[in-house]
């Protein structure tokens, strides 16, 4: 699947691919990716109802076996010293978790550190850790988790907070790769990186409030705030970048990229969340205040093939007509 623009007034393309993460990735050349930015689904928490999810019905060694493999893939297609942010977080595993080779059969309850088991396939595939970044969602969870209240011994802590691992590609990206032009349309202001990298702690609400009543108008399980491509894109890559999001979800980095000038390529395994990727990716607004970006004329062509990423077809649904935006 492929979704086209013409954006400031040079070709740019994002491109959309409608299949496995992996095998998506297996597609696309060495080293043309700069940033990729991704969230990819945790073990056993979500049923996606998608034939040949990620995740759900597997076992946890098979799950990092993916990982490490996706890993690899990402190290290849990512330019040198370009970076990797995986956003993941610790997860409350059941009873039933408990069952798994990887983990002791105490028919407890415990937490699962989903983000040490990645990062450690991360490392063994050869990428370096780079940055620790903290997201801090306490002010927005009120749930409890009251375990033995109120007698000892077994109290337990909320986990109310996600962790964003940034990995690098090991080497030295080619001098003048960069234009002067694009180097200074990528420029971080002193208040945006103290905020984002001198604090790395991101207070950043998420699109779904826990117990709140707000409506999920993405209807997605686990929708990605703008906020975070945004710091990440603005952060570790160039305007007229490529941005890789391999579990792209409801297009929400394509649609982050494109505002920001930067070239998007996304794969997603559910075909129906594809009609909702390319109108994100071109009608996404960013909810930071005075955000600049240099997108200005947008036409969008749209094609499929039978969910093969290397055959494209013309699409046979409704004409979608270019337009203009302020």
Known sequence: ???????????????????????????????????????????????????????????????????????TELLRVTAPNGKAAINTAAIPASKEHGTDPMLIDSGRSRVVDLPSFIQREFLEAGWELSNIIIWDKRKYNNQRIFGSYPYPPNFFSHISFEMIHVFR??????????????????????????????????????????????????????????????????????????????????????GVANLLGRRGIGIELDPNLADMIQLRTVNLQLDAKDVKTKRQHVTLDFFSGDNDPAVAAEYDGTDRAGHEEE
């Open 169 to 254: 590609k090991p080497g030295d990206p080619p001098k003048g790769e960069v234009s002067e032009e694009d180097k200074e349309a990528s420029i971080l202001t002193m208040e945006e990186w103290s905020d984002w990298c001198f604090d790395s702690i991101w207070d950043i609400a998420p699109v779904i409030k826990f117990h709140g009543n707000d409506i999920n108008a993405l209807e997605h399980d686990a929708p990605y705030p703008t906020e975070i491509p945004e710091r990440l894109i603005r952060m570790f890559s160039f305007v007229g970048d490529t941005i890789l999001d391999p579990f792209v979800g409801t297009g929400t980095t394509l």
């Open 1 to 71: 699947v492929t979704i086209g623009f013409e954006n400031f007034g040079a070709k740019k393309q994002h491109r959309l691919f409608i299949g496995d993460a992996l095998e998506g990735v297996k597609l696309l050349d060495d080293e043309i990716v700069r940033l990729t930015a991704t969230s990819p689904p945790y073990w056993n928490v979500k049923d996606y109802g998608v034939e040949g999810q990620l995740g759900h019905g597997k076992g946890l060694r098979e799950y990092l076996d993916y990982m490490r493999d996706l890993a």
